[in-house]
């Protein structure tokens, strides 16, 4: 019987449906539907939609609200969390303001690492935040839509990659030595075999031990040899999706850093990201899709016609869960699992670029407090990064024109987290340092 709250509104303030009943009874729509354990939360834009991509309004019991409300409910159980705390503390916020007014600096002088700090501030729920251990995991999974053609390399390359980050040769590897930060790479779910140079096999899912800066590890936490041709079919089950959330949150949950940036890699990802941005923002596919690792026009055509045919085919996967199912990879699911259990840590999640900024739009849609813990990386060459930073309101700290992967963006920020952490703490101020304030004008 499901939980139902004692006071019910009438009508669904998203969608507008009306429902008459608000008692638990034999009569009742939502008598065959599982128990909540805890009554719907605002999980999106307070906007109404009419649509079950949108709002769940706060105490809302028609069937749309309570559907996306369960869904959520198995995701984060999947995941292992309970409650992501929000960030949002007008008391420290406003301390944290009088601690950069009081900088030995103009006003507003340190620009975007101010505004940087303070979300690494709130994260950790403090006013003196510190950067110490960085990681980067990279999830690797491959599709079965790789089949229609819409890469411009073969589906092999994410194995090879593969073997290439275990040896210690790809950017990521490279960067990530140079700036001290732990690497691990995951086996979602490729179609060929995991490397065996410098793999840690696991795949009784026991926690592995902390990585370090030296070469990086490659955890097996593997689903199956990629994912289904979305065209066919769903990409994965729920129950896949779900196990998939599981896999990351507990990768996540094993490494002890302050900072943990997420990559991917998996040839035709970025179909997958594509497809999921389209849905989840009821954007024209056209729109969201790019050119991945480096498609020439008439590829690009190509890609969108088939991503096109493909959304055509899952016009009921309207939900996050759905759409995560219908259309993602093993990695972007663990990626969400991934994300949600960083938060749950008050971990800073530095999100990388196109395919992660997707993952993450579902893990919004489950739970936004996770939002209050990320710091975007990057702003993609890959045409449907700038609608996906928009529609999560998200300021990226770098535009290189970087579409790599790899979690390479994610690893070229982390110095500045550490940066604006240490100034923010560390940075003497005008009385401590013996500095003259600037003088106001008459």
Not at 240 to 247: D, G, N, P, T
Request: charged share 15%; aromatic share 2%; with cysteine.
């Amino acid at each position: 019987m499901a939980a139902i709250l004692t006071d019910p509104p009438d009508r669904c303030a998203a969608c507008g449906a009306a429902f008459a009943c608000g008692v638990a009874s034999a009569a009742c729509w939502c008598a065959q539907l599982p128990a909540l354990r805890r009554p719907p939360a605002l999980r999106a834009s307070p906007q109404p939609t009419g649509d079950d991509t949108g709002p769940v309004p706060a105490g809302c019991l028609c069937p749309r609200c309570l559907r996306l409300a369960l869904e959520a409910e198995r995701v984060l159980e999947s995941a292992g969390v309970e409650a992501i705390e929000p960030t949002a503390d007008a008391a420290r916020s406003a301390r944290l303001d009088a601690a950069w007014a009081g900088k030995t600096m103009p006003t507003g002088a340190l620009g975007a690492l101010q505004a940087l700090a303070r979300t690494i501030a709130l994260a950790q729920h403090t006013d003196s935040p510190h950067i110490g251990r960085t990681a980067v995991v990279v999830f690797a999974g491959d599709h079965g839509l790789a089949a229609e053609g819409v890469s411009a390399y073969p589906q092999a390359v994410t194995a090879q990659m593969l073997q290439n980050f275990a040896a210690g040769g790809a950017a990521i590897n490279v960067l990530c030595r140079t700036h001290g930060i732990a690497l691990t790479v995951v086996d979602a779910g490729i179609a060929g075999a995991l490397p065996a140079a410098g793999a840690a096999h696991a795949t009784s899912h026991a926690t592995a031990p902390a990585p370090t800066a030296g070469p990086s590890r490659v955890l097996d936490r593997a689903l199956g040899g990629g994912t289904a041709n979305a065209l066919d079919g769903p990409a994965m089950t729920e129950a896949q999706a779900l196990e998939a959330i599981r896999r990351g949150a507990d990768v996540v949950r094993a490494i002890e850093a302050d900072a943990i940036g997420l990559g991917e890699m998996g040839i035709g990802n970025t179909s997958s990201a594509a497809l999921l941005l389209a849905r989840l923002l009821d954007r024209p596919v056209g729109d969201c899709t790019g050119r991945g690792a480096g498609l020439d026009d008439a590829g690009l055509a190509h890609k969108r016609r088939v991503l096109e045919r493909c959304l055509a085919a899952h016009p009921n996967a309207v939900s996050p869960l759905q759409a995560l199912g219908a259309f993602g990879g093993f990695e972007t699911a663990m990626l969400v699992g991934a994300m949600l259990a960083a938060a749950a840590r008050r971990r800073i999640v530095v999100v990388d670029g196109f395919i992660v900024t997707a993952a993450l739009l579902v893990a919004a849609r489950i739970e936004p407090a996770v939002l209050g813990y990320c710091v975007f990386a990057h702003r993609s060459a890959e045409a449907g990064h700038v609608l996906a930073l928009q529609a999560l309101g998200a300021e990226p700290l770098l535009d290189l024109g970087l579409r790599l992967g790899e979690g390479s963006g994610a690893a070229l920020a982390m110095p500045l987290l550490v940066a604006a952490a240490a100034l923010l703490s560390d940075m003497a101020s005008f009385e401590s340092a013996g500095v003259s304030r600037a003088t106001p004008r008459a």
